[in-house]
């Protein structure tokens, strides 16, 4: 039987805004198996964001719990958000970087286990396509020639070397999503949290996004939580959950997945 790698318990989430009180999740209770391609959609402010920030780690629960391939995230150290770094080059960017992120037990929980895909790429400027891909090894302390190693594997894997030394403003908005992609893949792990992926693209190019996820999740069982407001791109994965008003309103299995779309 599959286990479950994500386990969430009567979790909320609040926010302060101005005077008011924000609920944006609402006694919410859900798993998530390994291996398993889901969707979540919902409308803008149903809080299916904030659970993926939540499951990444990025947000942290008002009440309730997450479990996470066995790890309760509640018992790890917690630590400030990192602050964004300035261009000054690669070393100089990775000292600026290293500098401002306080290590605690979930930012490394967070770097060796989870990947991040956003919707407006999160890459970092002034540093090339290699250079982006790298960064979650450099701040793991891998040696330089095993870092070249990886990436120069999961390049040759994306066929994408001629984006090698590229920055980030030279590129389409569907290269730098694959940039990102593989930056989210190179410490290899064993879930993927994607948050609107396809939303800053046009839609030839979202597809083929989404036929990537499907490639990865079914080729390397890499387990794919994906975020979106859009049904047709939420059912390109097994499972759908709709969420409403801060709770999971319907959860369905998808037994016939979108597959690549031929011209």
């Keep these: 039987m599959t286990k479950n790698i994500v386990v969430c318990k009567n979790l909320t989430k609040t926010f302060q805004v101005g005077n008011s ?14 291996g398993e391609f889901s969707s979540i959609v919902g409308p803008s402010g149903s809080g299916k964001t904030t659970l993926l920030n939540l499951i990444g780690t990025l947000e942290i629960p008002t009440t309730g719990s997450i479990t996470i391939n066995g790890t309760n995230l509640n018992k790890l150290t917690k630590a400030d958000s990192p602050k964004s770094a300035s261009k000054k080059g690669f070393m100089g960017t990775i000292k600026s970087l290293q500098r401002r992120q306080i290590t605690s037990e979930l930012t490394n929980f967070r770097r060796k286990n989870l990947g991040f895909v956003f919707q407006f790429f999160n890459l970092v400027e002034g540093l090339t396509s290699f250079e982006n891909i790298e960064l979650p090894l450099v701040f793991d302390s891998i040696p330089f020639e095993t870092r070249k190693k990886k990436v120069d594997g999961i390049i040759e894997e994306f066929e994408l070397d001629y984006l090698r030394e590229k920055f980030p403003e030279e590129l389409s908005s569907g290269e730098r999503q694959r940039v990102a992609i593989m930056r989210a893949l190179i410490n290899d792990p064993f879930l993927l949290l994607a948050d609107e992926p396809t939303g800053n693209l046009d839609t030839k190019t979202g597809q083929t996004i989404l036929d990537l996820f499907q490639d990865l999740n079914k080729e390397k069982g890499t387990a794919i939580i994906l975020v979106t407001h859009d049904l047709s791109a939420a059912k390109r994965a097994r499972r759908i959950l709709h969420m409403h008003d801060g709770k999971i309103s319907f959860d369905q299995i998808n037994e016939e997945p979108v597959q690549e779309e031929v011209e």
């Design 21 to 34: 009180t924000v609920q944006a999740v609402n006694g919410l209770s859900v798993n998530f198996k390994e």
